[in-house]
């Protein structure tokens, strides 16, 4: 299987990544472990978590299915914090107060004396930048994070971050976490030459747009019950008639070769210019099995052809980045 670089670092991780953000909420502990050991046994040593993921319980299923296997050496374990984890006005953001303790708790719950790569999941803009890289810098002198991250930052944000770690010798960004799909692609018009010409690795989230393009929600049919848009509003929004006629096509160019459309969706992610390793998340292990099928898959330039025709190289016909708390541009 293929490895790549993870930003400029040297550290060598898998093409896909194992999201666990269904890990402790609908996926339950059994099905996560299992889930957990046939991704490490097909290659995969890339796992992405959060702490705000089911407060706290995506991460300590993480942390408990890794020390009962014994294979968290093998792991490049990622975490995010930012959101607001208790009840007080410092239980949330990118201060030192509140980073230092985001990142103990999260240890605690993954049950690890580091984490191999910790994001800020959203930006601050009324926190400076030195305040937060100067806190991340403490924690991986430390030894308790060793590569930091950024997760839907605009590019500039994080430019501004790479000139605040080299005026202050800080830690640097290694890597930023965006919405990529076939249905959002702006971040080809910005983001990804920009990444590619500082040495930052894209590790996208969301590359079957919320099972729009696996033909979750079809077309003419209310919102499946239990399904992450009948329950999010910010999900809801992202579906559309148009957006819905992509995936129906997207499902025969599938066909064609032997697959189905929300593989196809993230083998597209997996092999776009700049991309490390798009995240999947499953809910059920036939998620995952589906998923690890386009681990030695390669997109061939004809199919990569007839899904620029369906929404052209730097366009958005969905909105993914209507979470992101800066992104103006409205989408449909």
């Not at 790549?4 to 040297?10: D, E, F, P, V």
């Not at 490490?40 to 319980?57: C, K, Q, S, W």
């Not at 061939?300 to 929404?311: G, H, K, S, V």
Request: charged share 25%.
């Amino acid at each position: 299987m293929e490895l790549r670089s993870l930003g400029r670092t040297g550290v060598l991780v898998s093409p896909l990544c194992l999201g666990a953000m269904n890990f402790g909420g609908p996926t339950g502990e059994e099905e996560a472990n299992r889930i957990i050991d046939a991704a490490l046994d097909r290659g995969i040593n890339f796992i992405d978590t959060a702490n705000v993921y089911h407060g706290g319980e995506s991460e300590r299923v993480v942390g408990k299915a890794l020390k009962r296997n014994g294979k968290r050496s093998q792991v490049v374990l990622a975490s995010k914090g930012y959101n607001q984890m208790g009840p007080g006005p410092n239980d949330k953001g990118l201060s030192r107060y509140h980073i230092i303790q985001a990142v103990e708790d999260s240890l605690k719950r993954l049950e690890t004396d580091h984490i191999d790569l910790y994001q800020l999941h959203r930006p601050s803009f009324s926190i400076p930048q030195d305040e937060t890289l100067r806190a991340l810098d403490d924690l991986v002198r430390q030894g308790k994070i060793r590569y930091i991250g950024t997760s839907t930052f605009p590019a500039w944000k994080i430019m501004e971050g790479l000139m605040v770690s080299e005026k202050h010798n800080l830690s640097r960004y290694i890597c930023e976490q965006p919405p990529y799909n076939i249905l959002d692609r702006r971040i080809e018009n910005e983001l990804v030459p920009f990444c590619e010409q500082h040495g930052l690795g894209l590790i996208p989230w969301s590359p079957i747009a919320g099972g729009i393009l696996g033909g979750r929600y079809p077309k003419g049919q209310a919102l499946p019950e239990g399904s992450r848009a009948a329950g999010m509003p910010v999900m809801a929004a992202r579906i559309t008639p148009r957006n819905q006629q992509i995936a129906e096509r997207l499902q025969e160019i599938a066909q064609e070769r032997d697959m189905n459309a929300a593989q196809l969706a993230l083998l597209w992610v997996k092999d776009q210019p700049g991309i490390t390793a798009p995240i999947t998340g499953p809910r059920t292990f036939a998620h995952f099995e589906e998923a690890a099928h386009v681990l030695d898959q390669k997109l061939d330039d004809t199919a990569r052809r007839l899904i620029d025709e369906l929404n052209p190289p730097g366009s958005a016909v969905s909105d993914f980045f209507n979470s992101s708390g800066w992104m103006k541009m409205k989408v449909g």
